[in-house]
């Protein structure tokens, strides 16, 4: 009896569990490394000298939180189905009852940043990080994380609008609660540490669900038409710049152009006065024979009358008819 008292303080930890030595009730060990003792015989002395609490630290509990929904199951009742904390909770989110208003008396909600109403229902996921204190300082397991994770949810979800909570910013409102939750539940030493947190419902209130319903779909047609509309601007704005930029240049190259001859015409007309001034009889003849080459090199049939009699030029003058003959006509003097 001797002998199997004095092995008696023998103990076998297992793979998922951390053991902790009491002697005579004071924890045995200065600093965290010395005070944990992981898997394998753990040598301590018999009772009551020692004390051997082994705690499952590698073990992934849950717990079903439902305070902020309705139809959720009560503190005391929710206490009573999850039992230890040191025990895997497993069960599935509370019903939502279907009401015709929102009584907050027994009914749980959450308001966002722009004032709208929602219900949730959360899956908590920890295990026991820090043994020591949580043997000591760390109250119920599931009181303490339902308490802090419904804190840490309301004011996240009391950041965002309810579009945001709703649609795109659920990942981060997850991340953001978890990590205050995290900070309370240290700042509580309950040892625990938060692995993941899940929203298994996410929603308004039942009696509004047909509402939220038709905001939705109005926001995502104004969605849908508003990026139409910005890919028929993004379409034709670049094929209206494109036009108006050829026009642009067209009308460049075209007020070049114009602007090129009548340079060049109006450099030939001075040149053509400075000559006329120099000598006008000379400067008169050429212009008047080139006339005449202009106006004769388009006729199809030229005729050239005879001289008139006498030798006297100055009452006649020369008409072209219709069929392209020319017929020599009186006319007034010196024409």
Known sequence: MVVVYAFSGITVVRQDETALVLRWGRLVGSTAALQEHGPGLLFALPRPIDE???????????????????????????????GSPNESHEGEPPPMAIDAGLDPLREGYAITGDHNIVQLTMVARYRVREPATFFFYGPEAHDVLRVEVTAAMLRSIGEMRVDQVLSDGRKDLIATASRRAQDGLDSARS???????????LGPPAALTYDFAAVQTAFIGAETSRKDALAFSEAIVP??????????????????????????????????AREYRANAPVVRERLYRDAIERALSTARVMWIPP???????????ITVNPQGVATPMPGPPNH
């Open 52 to 82: 051997v609490v082994r705690v499952r630290t590698r073990q992934i509990s849950e717990v079903t939180i439902g305070t902020l929904t309705s139809g959720g199951v009560r503190p005391s009742e929710e206490a009573s189905q999850e």
């Open 191 to 201: 040892g625990l540490e938060l692995t993941s947190l899940e929203l298994t419902s």
């Open 239 to 272: 094929a209206s710049a494109a036009t108006t930029d050829a026009s642009v240049q067209a009308a460049r190259a075209t007020a070049a152009s114009e602007l090129a001859l009548a340079t060049g015409e109006a450099a030939a007309f001075r040149a053509l």
């Open 307 to 317: 001289p008139p009699p006498g030798g006297n030029h100055s009452g006649m003058r």
